[in-house]
């Protein structure tokens, strides 16, 4: 009940928020799109724990650099999100 309830508020904000009005996420999967997938695969726990864990890495204190020619984002915990997991526009911009 709990996850379908969680899946029926992502699907609402994405109804009412269109995509040009969102925030632009620095991955590749949007932070929304994650979620729902991890309470639909995983289950409520691991759909929180990825809701807690994006929204800490996602848009704070994240830092772009190149690594052997590769885009790759250092968030906040210093964890390493490489090109591929990246946001195709934040990569784009950033080599421009």
Known sequence: ????????????????????????????ITCS???YNELENNGLIKGIQAYFYRM???NH?????LKKDMVV??????NLILENDINPLIVKEFRN
């Open 33 to 35: 799109r994650h979620v």
């Open 56 to 58: 800490k890495s996602c």
């Open 61 to 65: 204190g994240y830092k772009l650099s």
């Open 1 to 28: 009940m709990l996850v379908w309830l969680a899946k029926k508020s992502i699907e609402y904000y994405w109804k009412t928020r269109p995509e040009n009005q969102r925030k632009i996420c620095i991955y590749r």
């Open 73 to 78: 984002i250092n968030d906040c915990d210093g």
